[in-house]
T-cell receptor, first 113, second 110 residues
Framework: DAGITQSPRHKVTETGTPVTLRCHQTENHRYMYWYRQDPGHGLRLIHYSYGVKDTDKGEVSDGYSVSRSKTEDFLLTLESATSSQTSVYFC????????????FGSGTRLTVV | DAKTTQPNSMESNEEEPVHLPCNHSTISGTDYIHWYRQLPSQGPEYVIHGLTSNVNNRMASLAIAEDRKSSTLILHRATLRDAAVYYCILRGYNTDKLIFGTGTRLQVFP
C-alpha cells in the first residue's frame, strides 16, 4: 500500500467523551481528506485539508473538527462523541489535486456506546 | 456537484467480461470521470479515470460516450477478487473534493 496509515483501527468509546483519530502519510502529499461510511450512504466527506493549517468543511462536518499542523498528519476530533457518529472512518490523500487518483487508508471502525 | 446514476447491483461469472454502466447526463466540460472500487472491509481503491477518450490500464478499461453523458467500466475477465462495490464519480478539474454515490455492488460467481 501507499504510505498512509490510520490509527486506531478499532475504538469503542462512551457517549460524551472526546475522540481523536489520526491519519499519517509518508508521501508528502498536499491534500488529505476524512470520510465516514455508513450503510446506505456510501462515503461522505467530513473535512479536508489542502495544506498545513488549511482546512475546509465537507458534506457532514457538524460535530467534527480537524487539525493539520504538519504535512504528514491529519487529525479528526469528535469533541463529544454521540451514537450517531458510530461509523467507519476513512482517510485519503491526493498529491496533485486536479484529476489525479486518491489513495485511501484502511479505515477506523468507531463505536460510540 | 454533477450526479451519477449506477445500477445498485450486477452479477457476473468468473472469467467473463463485465460492463458496469454509469449515467452522468449533467456532466460539465471540465468534469473528469473517475472510477473507484471498494473490496469488503477495505478502503476504496482507485481504478481509472478519463475525460473524453477511452482509457486502458492494467486493471480495467473506461469507455466514454461521445456526448460524455455516460460511461462504462469494463473488466475484461472477471475474477472472484473483483467482487466489490464500484463507484463512478465526476470530479471537476479544479475541485479538490471527491463525492461518492452508493455505487454498484458486483457479485462474481465461480
Amino acid at each position: 500500500d501507499a504510505g498512509i496509515t490510520q490509527s486506531p483501527r478499532h475504538k469503542v468509546t462512551e457517549t460524551g467523551t472526546p475522540v481523536t483519530l489520526r491519519c499519517h502519510q509518508t508521501e508528502n502529499h498536499r491534500y488529505m481528506y476524512w470520510y465516514r461510511q455508513d450503510p446506505g450512504h456510501g462515503l461522505r466527506l467530513i473535512h479536508y485539508s489542502y495544506g498545513v493549517k488549511d482546512t475546509d468543511k465537507g458534506e457532514v462536518s457538524d460535530g467534527y473538527s480537524v487539525s493539520r499542523s504538519k504535512t504528514e498528519d491529519f487529525l479528526l476530533t469528535l469533541e463529544s462523541a454521540t451514537s450517531s457518529q458510530t461509523s467507519v472512518y476513512f482517510c485519503a490523500i491526493n498529491g496533485q489535486g486536479g484529476p489525479a487518483g486518491y489513495t485511501f487508508g484502511s479505515g477506523t471502525r468507531l463505536t460510540v456506546v | 456537484d454533477a450526479k451519477t446514476t449506477q445500477p445498485n447491483s450486477m452479477e457476473s461469472n468468473e472469467e467473463e467480461p463485465v460492463h458496469l454502466p454509469c449515467n452522468h447526463s449533467t456532466i460539465s466540460g471540465t468534469d473528469y470521470i473517475h472510477w473507484y472500487r471498494q473490496l469488503p472491509s477495505q478502503g476504496p481503491e482507485y481504478v481509472i479515470h478519463g475525460l473524453t477518450s477511452n482509457v486502458n490500464n492494467r486493471m480495467a478499461s473506461l469507455a466514454i460516450a461521445e456526448d460524455r453523458k455516460s460511461s462504462t467500466l469494463i473488466l475484461h475477465r472477471a475474477t472472484l477478487r473483483d467482487a466489490a462495490v464500484y463507484y463512478c464519480i465526476l470530479r471537476g478539474y479544479n475541485t479538490d473534493k471527491l463525492i461518492f454515490g452508493t455505487g454498484t455492488r458486483l457479485q462474481v460467481f465461480p
